[in-house]
């Protein structure tokens, strides 16, 4: 029997079931990136987010029969358990009191500049209005700066749709900031 290098998701879905390490080293190598990310952008540090990121994957191979095809795709469920992970980490008192010891860095030039984010503009908030894959996308492409072809891959959907998807959300974006 030979090695098997790609699945799908209801493969995966079915390997991960019977604890199999090889589908597991194959979802670790597919989705790592795309969950540190997201751990990264709520927990800054990253030392933390790694250990966040281990967490998250101990979780879902522990949960993997919690998971319901019906509710959602896998990514979109590990994403929720990383996200998740990474906010009760924040909201830890260890983390908290870390938090609190850290140096203030410098900012960008000697006065000390800030660089606006997009929760300044209250860019976070209209996001929300947006349906859940829209946001996602735009999260992953704008936020996260995943190239279409990456988030293509990562929720395994075509690259056409994620175009497609992306400019609708963008559309509908543009809309509602009017």
Known sequence: MGIKQTYDERE????????DDQAFGYLYDHYSGALYSVVKQIVGDAE???????????????????YDESKGRLFTWMLNIARNAAIDKTRSKSFQQSS??????????????????????????????????????????????????????????PLGTVKTRIRTALTQLRTLLQ
């Not at 995966?12 to 604890?19: Q, S």
């Open 48 to 66: 933390v987010s790694n250990d966040v990121l281990q967490e998250t994957f101990v979780n879902i191979w522990r949960k993997i029969e919690l």
């Open 100 to 157: 609190r010891q850290q140096p203030i860095v410098e900012a960008d030039g000697a006065y000390g500049t800030v660089k606006p984010g997009a929760d300044d503009f209250g860019l976070k908030k209209v996001l929300q209005k947006l349906k859940d894959e829209q946001r996602l996308l735009i999260d992953l492409s704008y936020f996260q700066g995943y190239t279409h072809e990456q988030i293509s891959k990562a929720l395994d959907i």
């Open 12 to 19: 995966l879905v079915a390997a991960l079931r019977t604890k």
